[in-house]
C-alpha cells in the first residue's frame, strides 16, 4: 500500500513535509555541507545502501555522504532519479558522461533499477572517443555487472574477423567494382583500414596466415597487375584515347598497386608481388618507352620509378629470395630505364619551374643502394656484363656502381687464391 501511495503522490526530493523523515547531507563543490530533504520509504525501497544504513540504531534521521567536486552533480542525478517511478528513469539519462557517473554511484549505493537502466542506456547510444575511454576506466572498476557495455568492442571470433577481413581487401582491392558516387572515398577508407588491421595485433596473423585469406589477396594482385598492363597497353593500341584521362586511370592503378607494396610484406606475399612485377616489366617499358609518350606521362613515369624502387630494394637486400636468372633479368630490364629517365626528368625540372615530377634525394639513394646489393648478389659473369654496360654508357654517374665495382675487383683477382683451398677439398673428397 505503502508503494503504490508513492507512485499515485509522489514526492520530491527536498520537498518538506510529507514524511520527509530523513535529511541527506551533501558537501557540494566549495565543500559547504548541502542538506536534502527525503524520505526514508523511498530510499530503502530503491537502494540496498541507504536501506542497510537506515537500519543501523544510530544513524537518526541524517545520512552523511562524501563526494568530490567531480562527481557531485552525479550525486544529486541519483537522489532525483531515486524519486522517478522506475518507467520513467532510462528516459532522464540524457548524457554518457553522466549515465557513466550515475552508474559508478549505483553500483556503490545498490540501485539496481538504475544500474539496469544506466546499462541499458550505455549500450545503446553512440560513444565520442573520450567517452569510450571513460566508460572502459568505469566497467574496470565496476566489474562484471557493466560488462554489458561492452558488447560492441569485446573480441570477435576467428570466422568473423576473417570475414570482414576478406571482404575489407576485395573492395580495397576493387575485385568487386565499388559504386559511384563515393567508389573511391570508400576503396581508400578500406585500404587504411586493412593497413590498420594488419598492425601488431595477436590475432591477426592467424588470419593473414589462413589459405583462403591468402588466396583473395593473390588473386587480387594479379589482376590488378593484368589490369594494369591491359590500360597500359591501350595507350600504343587505341588511336582515340584521352591521355590525360587515361594517365589518371593509370594512376589510380599504381596506387592501388602501391598500397599492395605496403600491406604483403606484412602478410609474407611480397614475393608475389615482385614476381608480377617483373613478370609484366618488359611491357611495362615497352609501352611507357614508345615515341608517342616521349614528352607525356611524367606523373606515370615516376610513379613507376618509385614502385620499382619498391621491388628493388625488397630483393636487392634479400627479403625477398629470387633464382640469380629472376634477379638479372629483373635489373637488366629496369636498370637501362633508370638510368635514362633520371637526367631527363632532372633536365625538365631545371627548365620548368614547378616541375613537380624528379627522383628526390632519398628514392634516389633507395635506388641506388638498393642495385648496387643487388648486382653483388649475382653471379661473377652477370656482373661483368653489368659493369661493361654501365662504362659504356652516357650516364654513368648515376646509379653510381662504383662501389660494387670495386668490389667485382677485388673478388675476380683473388678468386683463384680464395677458391684454392676449397677444390683442394674437393679432390681430396674425391680420392678418398
Known amino acids: 500500500m505503502e508503494n503504490a501511495s508513492i507512485i499515485a503522490k509522489p514526492c520530491k526530493l527536498g520537498e518538506l513535509g510529507r514524511k520527509n523523515d530523513t535529511i541527506i547531507c551533501l558537501k557540494n563543490k566549495e565543500a559547504k555541507p548541502e542538506w536534502f530533504y527525503s524520505h526514508s520509504s523511498i530510499l530503502a525501497n530503491r537502494s540496498k545502501y541507504f536501506a542497510h ?10 545520512i552523511e555522504l562524501q563526494c568530490s567536486e567531480f562527481n557531485y552533480d552525479h550525486h544529486i542525478k541519483l537522489l532525483k532519479l531515486l524519486y522517478l517511478p522506475s518507467h520513467l528513469i532510462l528516459d532522464s539519462l540524457n548524457s554518457v558522461a553522466s549515465a557513466v557517473g550515475v552508474l559508478e554511484l549505483a553500483v556503490s549505493f545498490q540501485c539496481e533499477e538504475i544500474i539496469q537502466c544506466c546499462i541499458q542506456y550505455l549500450e545503446a547510444v553512440p560513444w565520442e572517443d573520450k567517452e569510450e575511454e571513460q566508460i572502459l576506466k568505469s566497467v574496470s572498476k565496476l566489474g562484471p555487472v557493466a560488462m554489458p557495455i561492452l558488447a560492441r568492442i569485446e573480441p570477435v571470433d576467428f570466422t568473423a574477423t576473417k570475414n570482414v577481413f576478406v571482404s575489407a581487401v576485395r573492395f580495397a582491392m576493387s575485385i568487386n567494382q565499388p559504386c559511384p558516387p563515393f567508389g573511391d572515398e570508400l576503396k581508400t577508407s578500406a585500404q587504411e583500414q586493412v593497413e590498420y588491421m594488419l598492425g601488431e595485433d595477436e590475432e591477426l596473423p592467424l588470419v593473414t596466415a589462413d589459405d583462403e585469406v591468402r588466396s583473395v589477396v593473390i588473386e587480387g594482385l594479379s589482376k590488378l597487375c593484368k589490369s594494369f598492363e591491359d590500360e597500359l597497353s591501350s595507350l600504343i593500341s587505341d588511336p582515340n584515347l584521352v591521355f590525360e584521362t587515361a594517365e589518371e586511370k593509370l ?182
Not at 544504513?53 to 541524517?62: D, V
Not at 649475382?378 to 668490389?407: C, H, T
Open 251 to 432: 594512376l589510380h592503378s599504381l596506387s592501388d598497386l602501391e598500397w599492395m607494396c605496403n600491406i604483403l610484406p606484412k602478410m609474407d606475399l611480397m614475393k608475389d608481388f615482385v614476381s608480377n612485377w617483373t613478370e609484366i616489366s618488359a611491357n611495362v617499358l615497352g609501352v611507357v618507352e614508345d615515341q608517342k609518350l616521349d614528352f607525356l606521362m611524367w606523373g606515370l613515369k615516376i610513379k613507376l620509378i618509385e614502385i620499382t624502387a619498391k621491388v628493388l630494394d625488397a630483393v636487392g637486400y634479400g627479403n625477398v629470395i629470387l633464382p640469380s636468372p629472376y634477379r638479372a633479368m629483373l635489373l637488366n630490364t629496369w636498370l637501362p630505364y633508370i638510368r635514362k629517365i633520371k637526367p631527363i626528368l632532372d633536365s625538365k625540372g631545371n627548365e620548368e619551374t614547378g616541375f613537380p615530377y624528379k627522383m628526390d634525394d632519398e628514392l634516389c639513394q633507395s635506388i641506388e643502394g638498393a642495385i648496387v646489393s643487388l648486382v653483388l648478389s649475382l653471379p661473377s659473369n652477370d656482373q661483368a656484363d653489368i659493369f661493361a654496360d654501365w662504362m659504356k654508357a652516357d650516364q654513368i654517374r648515376y646509379p653510381d656502381l662504383s662501389e660494387a665495382f670495386e668490389v667485382w675487383c677485388f673478388r675476380t683477382k683473388s678468386a683463384k687464391r680464395r677458391l684454392e683451398g676449397l677444390n683442394k677439398v674437393d679432390n681430396a673428397t674425391i680420392s678418398l
Open 53 to 62: 544504513q537506515l537500519s543501523l540504531p544510530n544513524t537518526g534521521n541524517l
